[in-house]
């Protein structure tokens, strides 16, 4: 109860200082201070005073404890009595462990030696365990090791650098032995060296390979597209078949199922294995970029050795395999872009086709600036857009090689109108100009039926002569395999203008080289008649194939029929031919001409002032009519009505002209009515001729304005005016328009001035005339005065 005052007592009597601190340390239990104050007081030198503090503190204390035990004396007491007996208890424990302890010990000590082999043999374990642990890794890293050498050797590179990877990642660390892990160290990037060497020898030895097979594959690739084109072509064939069948109301509709469809992809097998692994090992390398920039530079290489034009052969010969090679090259380019990972990108391809589509541009115009023949064009014309096709399937872009072609059609058709002309000149100056007699049936077909020159559906019999001549079916040929060969030019390079482009180049074969080698054999041939009637009978059927051409042109070109059928759409040659054949009958009619002209020269033995009128016809008139039969029955074989009817009609005009010209001639001075007699016998002959050939021709059912008759009209009204009892009719306009209207007043004023027949006699010896002779004198004289009171 006392003891906190007693101990703010000591303090306040105390001095203040370390001795104070001390003191205060152990009353209040905090003994972690003693120490340091302790050693502190020493350390000043001043022991001393902490030693007496410390003896004062004691007797304190006792003073305190023995205030404590009066006050608790006889707790104390008790508490010793328990003491005494815990004292009892405990040496009797005491007794009791010492004799434990001495049966234990004896017990371990037998014991202890063995758990001391067991701690030692605990210590091996874990030696022997750790050991084979690190041998464990060390024989993994070995296996390891071994299997990355075997891939190695076996050329197996891909799973050699994984392992490689995998000692690095996960073993090369944990490997225990310094020795081996640098060794392994140090040999993993020479089997990384010698893996990116031989992976890069591969890829040298597929490069090569590669450029070997190019030409292969791309050959092999136009060879599909030349295919596909096929039957798309026999598709378009069936299909245009099948409309003009619907369209003629012919035959059964035809289906048919295409199921042929063959996969490019799966038949342009190449091996891109090199490359792909090649890439894969780079990039599992750490290697992807130098193997791109490798890749890329080594094809561009190749590339421009492609595209360099061999020294030696002639673009004729090395054009195919030239433009297969860089088809091929390309389509090994789009395969890896497709399928090789990104090891070359979209740019770059771009950039190789650029120099590619650059070069063969600039070839393909140099090579067609020196060519003078149609067919090496068409050639390379051809094998060019099968590449166009095979390279845009591929999505390549070919506009300016079309372009090319394109600026070259009007070079291409100059040169193949060049060829037609010189084939046209070659068969027309080997023709007689003489019926073409065909004996077989196949030649009837070849020469006839194929151009449509039948005149009906009926097989003729054999020998056939044929209304045409052998030039006809040999220029059909020719103009039928211009058109053929025009328009596989303008084919598959782009959109053709049919009327702009097909008919201008049709046209100009027809009309600037058929036309004029036509007209150049009428103009400059020595031609009999019936070579002058056979070419314009040739020129007859020419004008007709202008239809046949035009029909086969859009045929060719898949423009409905209907299109070209429709009026104002033919060829303008058609127009031409038919003065063409106006000009052959114009040459016909001349040499028609002359050859009547050395009949009617007998005309000059004719007795102008006879003194007996003539029962008969003229010599002349005779010779002229036995050869104007045999001109008609010639021209019945050869010509058609219309061209039968022309020559008829020109022969009998020129007779009639002549008879004319004769009495109109400055030789004949004068003549009488009894000659005048015979030129009517002459023309009664004539006209008789004339109405029965009109009829048996069958010239009457063309229903002409003019016939045979009416070409001697002049010739006719003429004598009749000079044979008429009243001639002075002629004066009368109503009785001239209807008797004499083809007659011309000045011919009559001359010709009636050399009609001199004042004989009594000769009148009185015609019995019509006998009775009158003075007034039909005097009526005569009257038309005289009045004629050159006309003129």
């Not at 239990?29 to 302790?38: K, Y």
């Not at 074969?509 to 031609?527: C, E, F, R, S, Y």
């Not at 209907?562 to 060829?571: A, K, S």
């Not at 020559?647 to 001639?665: C, E, P, T, Y």
Request: charged fraction near 25%; hydrophobic fraction near 40%.
């Amino acid at each position: 109860m006392h003891a906190p005052s007693k101990k703010r007592n000591v303090v306040e009597n105390g001095d203040e200082g370390i001795d104070v601190v001390l003191v205060r340390s152990i009353i209040n239990g905090e003994h972690e201070n003693v120490g340091p104050i302790v050693r502190y007081a020493f350390e000043r030198g001043k022991p001393e005073a902490l030693l007496h503090q410390l003896v004062n503190l004691v007797g304190k204390k006792e003073v305190e404890i023995e205030e404590l035990c009066r006050l608790h004396y006889e707790e104390f007491i008790l508490a010793v009595d328990e003491l005494r007996d815990v004292l009892v208890d405990a040496d009797e424990l005491k007794s009791s462990l010492s004799n434990q302890n001495f049966q234990l010990q004896e017990v371990a000590s037998t014991l202890l030696p063995k758990f001391d082999e067991l701690l030692e043999l605990y210590s091996i374990k874990k030696n022997v365990t750790k050991a084979i642990e690190t041998l464990e890794v060390c024989l993994q890293l070995s296996k390891l090791c071994l299997t990355c050498n075997m891939h190695v050797s076996n050329n197996r590179f891909y799973p050699a650098v994984r392992i490689l990877d995998l000692i690095e990642k996960d073993y090369i660390q944990k490997t225990p032995f310094q020795a081996l892990r640098k060794a392994i160290e140090k040999q993993i990037p020479v089997i990384k060296l010698h893996i990116e060497k031989k992976v890069c020898s591969e890829f040298d030895d597929w490069l090569v390979h590669i450029r070997s097979m190019a030409v292969e594959i791309g050959q092999l690739a136009i060879g599909h597209a030349s295919s596909a084109r096929q039957r798309e072509d026999e598709k378009r064939a069936r299909r245009e078949e099948a409309e003009k069948q619907s369209r003629f109301g012919v035959g059964d509709p035809v289906y048919t199922l295409d199921v042929e469809h063959v996969d490019e992809d799966s038949v342009l097998e190449f091996d891109l294995a090199p490359v792909y692994r090649a890439h894969h090992i780079h990039s599992c390398l750490s290697l992807e970029d130098k193997f791109r920039k490798n890749y890329y530079k080594n094809r561009l290489m190749q590339l421009n050795l492609d595209l360099q034009m061999p020294p030696v052969q002639s673009f004729l010969e090395s054009h195919r395999p030239f433009f297969a090679q860089i088809a091929g090259f390309f389509i090994v380019e789009n395969r890896v872009l497709q399928t090789a990972g990104g090891l070359v990108s979209e740019s770059q391809v771009e950039t190789l086709w650029n120099t590619a589509i650059s070069k063969m541009t600039s070839v393909l115009e140099d090579q067609f600036s020196r060519m003078d023949t149609a067919n090496h064009l068409l050639l390379i014309k051809d094998f060019v857009t099968l590449v166009a096709d095979t390279l845009m399937h591929h999505g390549y872009g070919l506009t300016p090689l079309l372009e090319v072609l394109d600026n070259n059609r009007d070079k291409y058709h100059e040169l193949l109108l060049s060829e037609c002309r010189k084939q046209i000149g070659d068969t027309l100056a080997s023709d007689t100009f003489e019926q073409m007699v065909i004996k077989k049936e196949y030649e009837y077909n070849m020469n006839v039926v194929s151009f449509h020159l039948q005149s009906s559906d009926t097989l003729p019999d054999f020998p056939y002569i044929a209304p045409f001549s052998s030039s006809v079916p040999d220029i059909c040929r020719v103009v039928r395999s211009f058109i053929e060969d025009s328009v596989n030019y303008l084919s598959y390079g782009g959109p053709v203008n049919f009327d702009d482009v097909l008919k201008k180049y049709l046209n100009k074969l027809m009309i600037d080289d058929l036309n004029k080698a036509l007209l150049k054999v009428i103009h400059t041939g020595n031609l009999d008649v019936s070579q002058a009637m056979q070419i314009a009978a040739n020129i007859a059927v020419l004008e007709c194939t202008c239809d046949l051409f035009l029909c086969q042109t859009a045929q060719l070109c898949s423009v409905p029929l209907h299109l070209v059928e429709r009026p104002h759409v033919g060829l303008t040659a058609k127009a031409v031919f038919k003065a063409s054949q106006n000009a052959a009958y114009d040459a016909l009619l001349n040499v028609v001409d002359s050859k009547l002209d050395e009949y009617l020269a007998l005309m000059n033995n004719i007795e102008w002032t006879a003194d007996k009128a003539p029962e008969h016809a003229n010599d002349y008139i005779q010779e002229t009519v036995i050869y104007l039969d045999s001109l008609i029955s010639t021209a019945q074989q050869i010509l058609p009505l219309d061209g039968i009817y022309k020559v008829g009609v020109g022969a009998l005009n020129h007779i009639s002209d002549s008879i004319m010209a004769a009495l109109l001639s400055d030789r004949l001075k004068r003549f009488n009515l009894n000659s005048v007699i015979g030129i009517d016998n002459d023309l009664k002959m004539l006209e008789s001729f004339a109405d029965e050939r009109f009829q048996s021709t069958g010239l009457s059912d063309l229903r002409k304005d003019c016939s045979f008759r009416d070409c001697l009209i002049e010739s006719r009204q003429l004598v009749n005016l000079v044979l008429s009892n009243q001639p002075e009719n002629f004066k009368n306009p109503v009785m001239r328009e209807k008797s004499y209207g083809a007659l011309d007043y000045k011919k009559v004023a001359i010709i009636s001035e050399k009609f001199k027949d004042s004989s009594e006699k000769l009148f009185g010896s015609l019995s019509n005339w006998s009775t009158e002779p003075k007034s039909r004198k005097k009526s005569m004289d009257m038309l005289k005065r009045k004629l050159k009171e006309f003129s």
